[in-house]
């Protein structure tokens, strides 16, 4: 049934397909929908589906024949959620969509997706699928191609109604595993959309799980931090040593810490210091601390904030390149910066390290990076921020803890970090990292 503005939705091939400009409401129990013509608009309600039933919905039309898009093209879907599903699920089948999701598909053909519910957005291209799960009431897509696109296959996705049925009872939500339903957060995602070329200022919270330490109910930090799940801060133990939970504050969301309005930061209590039971401040190591923080993040309401991702088994590669920030001095004695600062180094080998710095001072509970030219460091007022490690397409991981070194960007001198894998087994005893999973996406 279509609405006042006279469309006429007619099937094709099994396709609703929607001729004119108007948007068409679909109140049927059908699976598959594109637009005939670009520019349109298709509305479909999921209470017209029971518990496991899905919308398909196509690019483009042509798409049913494995046939490119076309350019200068646009097809939009709204998808409600009714009273009859607790949730909707959202996956793609198939991706071929010209763009670069590592460069945000900004200018490039692509698939955007909304959920005002959890303030969430995202553009997908590339070959990389959308897998989202949601309790909001609607959720946006708008596919478009642009002038001088290269062109593709373009996507074939779903949206599944999951756990109620006609009646309201509970069902196992049809055919979706349930290591499928994929929260709206995932670990590791940096923020890059208007990235800084060339410089070392980060983007505004385009690291996510940077923390300020302050001492209490101040602004400028001490010492960094990465935010690790919902409620808990990894720091290093060096930073906390004499200092109870009441005298310290955490500070998330932050950029430039001289200015109150720049971002939505939220400062937070402490209400647990937990240094690592070895921690060993003359040989500075095992320079471990996690903060309790006073109450569990709602990561749906803080679209800017996220928790970086716990490394798995596999040691990181010696040589890979890895990341550090902080709002430590930017020379040798300097001032704390003002601005989050990232800088760009080496995985050091082992045996590198300890040649370099002396076999008795870097411990297994280490590692080192660096540029053997100099110039390029961590340095006071870094301390304890995080060092990462981007391990697949999109995920950062967290490596290091930076924990101390001789002077700062010396040449021959590469700075030394805590190796949080070695410590596995204990921050896990603290850490449950169901807040927000890693992607499962290649």
């Known amino acids: 049934m279509c609405g006042t503005l006279k469309a006429i939705c007619v099937r094709w ?31 479909a309600n999921l209470s017209d589906l029971k518990a496991g039933q899905s919308f398909r919905f196509f690019s483009h039309r042509e798409q049913y024949f494995n046939l490119d898009y076309p350019r200068n093209y646009e097809c939009n879907f709204e998808f409600l959620l009714g009273d009859r599903c607790e949730k909707m699920h959202l996956t793609c089948s198939h991706m071929d969509v010209d763009g670069d999701f590592e460069a945000n598909c900004i200018g490039q053909d692509r698939l955007h997706f909304i959920d005002n519910f959890n303030s969430f957005q995202e553009s997908y291209c590339g070959q990389v699928k959308p897998n ?24 074939r996705c779903e949206v599944r109604c999951l756990d109620y049925d006609k009646d309201g009872s509970s069902q196992s939500g049809g055919n979706v595993p349930k290591d499928q339903e994929i929260l709206p957060c995932k670990c590791g995602r940096a923020n890059r959309r208007q990235r800084i070329i060339g410089g070392t200022v980060t983007k505004v919270n385009e690291y996510p799980w ?31 040593q004499g200092f109870t939970p009441d005298q310290i504050q955490v500070v998330l969301g932050e950029h430039d810490h001289t200015i109150a309005t720049e971002t939505a930061h939220i400062v937070m209590d402490v209400v647990e210091i937990h240094d690592h039971p070895r921690y060993n401040g003359f040989h500075v190591d095992y320079d471990f601390s996690l903060l309790r923080l006073s109450r569990a993040l709602d990561f749906s309401h803080y679209d800017h904030i996220l928790p970086v991702c716990l490394p798995s088994l596999s040691p990181t590669p010696n040589g890979a390149e890895v990341i550090a920030t902080g709002w430590g001095t930017t020379q040798e004695g300097g001032k704390i910066a003002d601005k989050l600062n990232q800088v760009k180094l080496e995985l050091f080998p082992m045996t590198t390290c300890r040649k370099l710095l002396g076999k008795d001072d870097v411990t297994d509970q280490m590692i080192c990076a660096g540029n053997l030219e100099g110039g390029k460091d961590a340095c006071q007022g870094d301390s304890g921020g995080p060092l990462t490690h981007k391990r697949d397409s999109h995920n950062y991981h967290l490596i290091g803890i930076t924990s101390w070194g001789f002077g700062c960007g010396r040449r021959g001198l590469p700075g030394v970090y805590a190796n949080v894998l070695s410590t596995r087994s204990w921050w896990q005893s603290y850490i449950q990292e169901t807040a927000c999973p890693k992607s499962n996406e290649p």
């Open 13 to 43: 091939m099994g396709l609703f397909l929607i001729l004119g400009r108007p948007i068409c409401v679909v109140t049927q129990v059908v699976h598959n929908y594109a637009c005939l013509n670009s520019g349109e608009t298709i509305l």
């Open 132 to 155: 989202y799960t949601t309790i909001g009431q609607a959720i946006f897509l708008s596919f478009r191609s642009t002038l001088t696109s290269q062109s593709g296959k373009g996507f």
């Open 210 to 240: 940077q923390v300020a330490i302050v001492k209490w109910n101040k602004t400028q930090p001490f010492c960094g931090g990465a935010l690790v799940d919902d409620e808990w801060v990894m720091t290093a133990a060096h930073c906390t």
